[in-house]
């Protein structure tokens, strides 16, 4: 493809992106235009030379309306749902050195299942039939968090008759009221913090409350707080495995309010998902690795103590309330053929405990 072939609008590029089902695309200033499949981010035509910094500006005017280019121009960046006929998508526009970068998270407005998922469903729809307490989905970015919180919102609202309130940033999946009413907010847009929203849920007579990320400390202290008062509240976390959330939901606290956090977290939380998504072997599609940690009688002990670092051992004999370790659910998954030998170790927690079992 030659210079003079670069495409004239945004929406051009989501739709290939949508049609070679793509998680991410990205116009970057200086690099062609590339995309994200399978986890794997490459260009979308090897011969595609650089884009030039007029040509992602002339990109970016194509999509932004008059007031979000001034905040692209005043604060250096933005993001937002942004939805065409082609779809939604989270839009991020930054302004860097060179010049303008958009990335573009493609959403499928297709709401999953839990089971299309490849989520234990005797071991999860005990979590979401709770009438309060914490549910927490954890991963790292691109790991299918929303998606699984979708999914879990979802059944919620076929399977109860509640009030429903989702707090995002932005606003990916659109939930149709079913057997609950359900209420959508998008910081910046209807409230200006998860924080600020937080504490107006709670005058807002909601049963079930979603948050799409628990940032700060007034955030996770304010859920903590719902989760407490009767309110089933989910939310996600940038963490890797159970422990590592904890451990990042106690720190967040002064160390003077601990000791009572550990008990407000002991006695509320229900469950944290932790999840991966592996390449197939098969190079067909990325697969979902899972830990699932349901808070026992065993598991608050150790909270209460402050000895997460025993979790992964209570995990291990948990299995019959259907909880599963992270490097148990690659095992499973490499022994099955599904993902690779090497993906299984590189992702594992245990890296040697992984090795023999691979060796064995």
């Not at 989520?119 to 989905?137: E, H």
Request: net charge negative; aromatic share 6%.
């Amino acid at each position: 493809m030659s210079e003079h072939q670069v495409l004239d609008h945004v929406d051009q590029y989501l739709q290939l992106g949508r049609e070679y089902n793509c998680s991410d695309l990205h116009l970057p200033t200086a690099y062609p235009p590339a995309w994200r499949r399978f986890g794997q981010l490459a260009p979308i035509w090897p011969d595609h030379p650089p884009l030039t910094p007029e040509q992602t500006e002339r990109l970016a005017r194509s999509f932004l309306n008059d007031e979000e280019w001034n905040i692209v121009e005043t604060k250096g960046d933005i993001d937002f749902a942004y939805a065409n006929s082609e779809g939604r998508f989270r839009a991020s526009v930054v302004k860097q050195r060179l010049g303008y970068d958009m990335v573009f998270r493609i959403i499928d407005t297709t709401i999953r299942s839990i089971e299309d998922i490849g989520l234990p469903l005797d071991s999860i729809l005990p979590l979401t039939r709770y009438q309060n307490g914490l549910i927490l989905v954890t991963g790292a970015v691109g790991s299918g968090k929303s998606t699984t919180l979708a999914a879990l919102v979802d059944f919620i609202n076929r399977d109860r008759e509640d009030h429903i309130l989702t707090l995002e940033d932005p606003i990916e999946y659109v939930f149709e009221s079913k057997g609950c009413q359900v209420n959508q907010r998008e910081v910046r847009t209807h409230t200006e913090s998860f924080s600020k929203a937080l504490r107006g849920a709670l005058r807002e007579d909601p049963d079930v409350i979603m948050v799409g990320e628990m940032r700060d400390l007034e955030t996770i202290q304010l859920a903590l707080t719902a989760a407490e008062t009767g309110h089933l509240v989910l939310g996600t976390l940038h963490t890797g495995n159970a422990p590592r959330t904890l451990d990042r939901v106690l720190d967040v606290f002064p160390t003077d309010q601990r000791d009572q956090i550990r008990i407000m977290v002991s006695e509320s939380l229900r469950g944290i998902l932790s999840q991966q998504l592996v390449p197939r072997m098969d190079g067909s599609g990325r697969v979902l690795a899972l830990e699932l940690l349901v808070n026992t009688a065993a598991v608050a002990n150790c909270i209460r103590e402050g000895k997460t670092f025993m979790i992964p051992g209570v995990m291990q004999t948990g299995k019959n309330v259907g909880m599963i370790t992270m490097d148990e659910s690659l095992r499973r998954l490499c022994s099955q053929g599904i993902i690779s030998r090497e993906d299984a170790l590189y992702r594992a927690e245990d890296k040697n405990q992984m090795r023999s079992y691979l060796q064995s």
